[in-house]
Nanobody, 124 residues
């Protein structure tokens, strides 16, 4: 019911910057939150940043001060500006969304969705 499409990944040198984008589309009543998680090889998935519909932002400890999440609500799009990138930031980044959709019984329910993932590689 909800599709999340990511863009903007790639290869960047240490100290460089990248901006990721994620757009939600499909049949939903509203988006309650959009954000990013990442998973490095042989590590568990971790929160990078998340933004609620009220505008509140949450960041993972390892990215505070370097990454910034922002959104264009009218476009159902969230951005992740990543500055001063480090090789430890190398991972597959997944867009995550929490959306209110209609159940089979036509009742509003909140569901969680994931994008397909986009690779970010920080290397010289």
């Amino acid at each position: 019911q909800v599709q999340l499409v990511e863009s903007g990944g790639g290869l960047v040198q240490p100290g460089g910057s990248l901006r990721l984008s994620c757009t939600a589309s499909g049949k939903f009543l509203r988006i309650n939150a959009l954000g990013w998680f990442r998973q490095a090889p042989e590590k568990s998935r971790e929160l990078v940043a998340q933004m609620s519909s009220s505008g509140s932002k949450t960041y993972g400890d390892s990215v505070k001060g370097r990454f910034t999440i922002s959104a264009e609500s009218d476009k159902n799009t969230v951005y992740l500006q990543m500055n001063n990138l480090d090789p430890d930031d190398t991972a597959v980044y997944y867009c995550h969304g929490e959306a209110v959709v209609l159940s089979k019984d036509l009742a509003p329910v909140e569901e969680s969705y994931w994008g397909q993932g986009i690779k970010v590689t920080v290397s010289s």
